[in-house]
Structure formats: C-alpha cells, structure tokens
C-alpha cells in the first residue's frame, strides 16, 4: 500500500534520502500552530547528489521519444486523480487551505499540467523551412538540460508540476526546491513520478530555504531556473542565473486591479471579488486586491460584498464544509496584520473585519477596506492575506490609467455589461492574463505569467515549450557553393 505521507526529506534518483546533518524545518499545521513533521535543509553533498542524479538522467531521458515521455506524464496524472483525496490532505496540512479547495485545485490541477504536457511532448519538433534554389534549413528543438524549480509556499503540489511537466515533457530533468514553509506536497509529485516509470533522476526534491536555492542556481550543470515567489526574491534569483547565462522563467507578485462598472451585475462582480481575494485566504499571486467601483454601485457593492462574506464558513480546514481556512504561517498572518493597522493608520474604513479570530492556528478574518486611495501602502504593496482593497472611480479613462498605475503586471479584471467597453480595457489592462466578468481562472491550456515586475516566461500552454527548450538550426545547400574570390 503507498504511505500517504512523504517517508524523508529529499528524493533523489529515484528514492527518498535522509541526511540528519541539514537544518532542522519544522513543518507547522496553520490549522492549529502544531509540528506536524521534521524535514533536514540539504546540505551541499545533498544538493551535489540531486544536481548529481539530475545530469546523469538527462541525455537518456532526452533520447527517448516525446510519446514515451508523455506516456510516463500521462500516467502521472492517473495516479494523482486516483490519490486525489490523500494529495489534497496532505496539501491541507502544508498549507492549511481548506480540503473543499484543495480536493478540486491543486492534485487536480497538477495532474491536468501532466496530461496536457504529457500529451504534447509528442509533437515537441523542429521546422522544416525552404530556401531559394533548393536549399532549405532545419531546426531541431532540444531541451535546455537540467532545469531548476524552485516553489512558492501557496500552491506547492500545483508548482511542483507546473514546473515539472513542462520540463520533462520537453526532455529536461529538474531538481526542485520546496518552500522551506510547505515541503512535503512535492516529494510525493516526485514519487508519483518514479511509480509511473520516470527513470531515476528525472524528477528530485531537495529541502531547504533561500541559500540551498541560490546554490542550485549558480551551478554550471543547470542550464534554467523556474522560480515562482516574490518580486525581490525574483531579482536576486534572475541576477544569479544571469552571470551564468541561463534560461529563466519567473512567476512573481502581484497587486492585480478589477475595475467594476455600475453596469455590471452586481452578484457576479461580488463572486468575482471574493474569488480574487479570499480564495485560499488571499495567498493568490494573481489576486485583484486593488478593487475599483465605480460610484454608482460603490454603498449597493459593499453591502452585498459584507452580506457575502458574512456566510465564509471559518474553521477546520479538513471539514469539507469550511469555505476559508488559515493562512500558511504566523509570520505571514502577522504581516498581513502589520497591512490591516497601516491601512487603518493611512484613513482607510475598515468595512469587513480586520482581526485575528480568537482559535488556534493562523486565521485572520477575511478583511474590506473602502475609500482607500492610490497613495495608501495598502494599495501599493502586495499583502498576500484576505485584505481587499475598494477604491472609487469616476468614468473609464481615469480608472484605466490608475489601475495600471504600479509596477506589478500579473493580472487584471473587468466587470461590465458593456462587451465593447470589456475587451477594450482587456486590451489596455498592463496585465499577463486578463480577465471579463470571472477572475482567478487559469486553465492549462491557457498561458500564465505576468508583464512588467511580475515576471519573465509563461507557464501552461504551448507558450511553456518554448521556455524549457531552444531551437537549434541547421542550413543545408543543394547546390555548389559560390565565393567572391
Ligand atoms: P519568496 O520569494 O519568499 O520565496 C520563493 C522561493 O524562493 C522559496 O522557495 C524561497 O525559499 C526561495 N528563495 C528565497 N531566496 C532565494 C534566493 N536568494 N535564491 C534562490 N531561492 C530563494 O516567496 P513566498 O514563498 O513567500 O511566496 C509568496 C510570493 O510568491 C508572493 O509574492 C506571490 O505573489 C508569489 N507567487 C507568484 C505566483 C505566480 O505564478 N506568479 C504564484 C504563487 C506565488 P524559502 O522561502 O524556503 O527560504
């Protein structure tokens, strides 16, 4: 019978590892502040030995064809919809998200990457392109090598494979390394991997925080880096891999705007504001925390939005009943607090609560602020917790140019009747995905990433083959060669 639970702290070549010699992690439960379990940060001979395993897997991996590569995705993805239920439970206990979310976003949806990339890996080809005279070139599209993944703490099973699929569609081997906050989610992504006949080494989970990261990066056998997590943490990684020339993609923050207008129907433009603020208590890259309404609907949207909230159900994140759950750490509930006082201290009205709940564990109230201005931090600064921002606005040019007014690009919203209106600002949003009357979806065949400092390379879709493998060319001449001398 497999065990539920990840056995140690890293997996290797085709196995777990144990080294007792890294740093103790303590895995916290969010639901109740619990140690849950104990994972070793990797020392240098482990991350030697990942880096190790992952160059020696690659050219046979590489030289298999896409279709058995795919073959060994795709079965990936039947052993996690079959373990669903252990996946999201063990999802729960990283993150702390409620089992109703888990059991539908994150197994889930990492078995969708496997499957969509497993399907293409395929046709991963080269182009045939004709020439005058006959003569005509080829190209040939190869894998980049060993990739290197790194993962934020609020999707941990959904990183892993977003990352992962790609990559070994493509003929890449990856080491990966979990946020210090969530390690266990990945190692069975990489034990489902072994089970479905990845060779060894195809897919490793090193442990640890930043520096085992920075390690990875600076090593001359890996040849790309894929980082999901903040912008600063973004900076420092992209500089690392730019001294050594390597293929980046990274999934940054955000502080995405929804613009809705009075048109717009007010249930759906509530729905759209709590899934892009209080889903997973808020810990979404991709979250519209700058909502802008437009003062017609502004008292008729608070009331409703309040009603709304009003029926979260706050709990006990394995009760499939519970709708919100606590945030990962206490750390990054006391951040969001630190926001909630600012945001009180800068003038904003606290319309929606605003406090910790008296329980156990990291919860803190899904959280509304109204009349806030563009100049507040809580407008400008990516909190990463249920805090909602509501800002007012007069007509479209000025909501416009105020949305795109911040460094961020990852996503953007609009709720209106007006379909002219909508894909006119989608078109002007400054925003990797843009999103009429819904938020927050992102399927795999669509791609996702963000523009400006929200990051560089897209996961999901076609566009993803193309970042984890280049095109090399080759000229041929059907004729004899003329020089001028
Ligand atoms: P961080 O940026 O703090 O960390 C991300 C990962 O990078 C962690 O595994 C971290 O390790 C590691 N890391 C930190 N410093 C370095 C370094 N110098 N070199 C290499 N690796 C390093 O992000 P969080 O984990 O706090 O996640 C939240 C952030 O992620 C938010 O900004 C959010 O918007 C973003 N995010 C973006 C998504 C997207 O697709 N665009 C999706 C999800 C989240 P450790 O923490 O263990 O020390």
Redesign the pocket.
């Known amino acids: 019978m497999q065990n539920a639970q990840p056995t140690a702290s890293h997996f290797i070549n085709g196995a777990y590892v144990e080294e007792t010699a890294g740093d103790v992690i303590d895995v916290i439960y969010p639901a109740t502040g619990e140690v849950i379990a104990t994972v070793h940060s990797a020392t240098p001979a482990i991350v030697e030995r990942a880096l190790f395993a992952a160059k020696a897997a690659q050219a046979d991996w590489a030289a298999m064809t896409g279709t058995e590569r795919g073959r060994v995705l795709r079965r990936a993805a039947d052993i996690m919809r079959d373990r669903n239920r252990d996946l999201s439970v063990l999802e729960t206990l990283d993150t702390g998200k409620p089992l109703q979310e888990t059991l539908v976003a994150d197994a889930t949806s990492g078995a969708d990457a496997l499957e969509y990339f497993g399907g293409l890996a395929g046709s991963v080809t080269g182009e045939y392109i004709p020439q005058p005279g006959g003569d005509f070139v080829y190209t040939v599209r190869e894998p980049l090598g060993v990739c290197v993944g790194?993962?934020?703490?609020?999707?941990p099973t959904q990183?892993a494979c977003w990352k992962a699929a790609p990559a070994l569609a493509c003929g890449n081997t990856m080491v990966f390394?979990?946020?210090?906050?969530t390690p266990l989610s990945a190692l069975k992504v990489a034990e489902i991997l072994i089970e479905a006949g990845a060779p060894k080494g195809v897919f490793n989970v090193v442990q640890?925080?930043?520096a085992v990261?920075?390690s990875l990066?600076t090593d001359p056998r890996v040849a790309k880096v894929s980082?999901?997590?903040?912008?600063?943490?973004?900076r420092?990684?992209y500089a690392?891999a730019a001294d050594g020339m390597k293929h980046v993609t990274m999934?940054?923050?955000?502080k995405s705007p929804i613009i809705i207008f009075d048109d717009a129907d007010l249930e759906n433009a509530v729905s759209g504001a709590i899934l892009g603020n209080f889903y997973s208590s808020g810990q979404?890259?991709?979250n519209g925390t700058r909502v802008f309404v437009q003062k017609g609907i502004k008292e008729a949207f608070l009331a409703r939005l309040s009603e709304r909230l009003s029926n979260a159900v706050i709990g006990d994140p394995m009760d499939e009943a519970t709708s919100f759950g606590p945030m990962v750490s206490e750390a990054q509930m006391n951040i969001a607090l630190g926001y909630i006082k600012q945001g009180q201290a800068e003038g904003a009205r606290l319309v929606y609560g605003g406090s910790r709940l008296n329980r156990n564990g990291f919860y803190l109230e899904p959280t509304v602020f109204a009349d806030v201005t563009d100049d507040m931090t809580i407008a400008q600064e990516?909190i990463?917790g249920p805090v909602m921002s509501v800002l007012d606005f007069d007509v479209e040019a000025e909501a416009m140019i105020r949305a795109n007014a911040t460094e961020f690009g990852?996503a953007a919203g609009v709720f209106t009747a007006d379909l002219t209106r909508a894909h006119r600002v989608a078109r002007r949003f400054e925003a990797g995905t843009c999103y009429i009357n819904t938020y927050n979806n992102a399927p795999v065949e669509a791609p996702?990433?963000?523009v400006k400092m929200?990051?560089v390379g897209r996961?999901n879709s076609r566009d993803a083959i193309n970042h984890y493998s280049q095109a090399r060319t080759v000229y041929v001449s059907m004729n004899d060669l003329e020089a001028p001398y």
Do not use: D, H, Q, R
Not at 177 to 181: A, D, F, N, Y
Not at 251 to 254: D, T
């Open positions: 790194i993962g934020a703490w609020n999707y990183i390394k979990s946020s210090e906050t640890g925080m930043g990261g920075a990066i980082l999901t997590g903040s912008v600063p943490t973004g420092k990684v690392a999934e940054l923050g955000g979404v890259c991709s990516e990463f990852l996702f990433g963000g929200s990051g996961e």
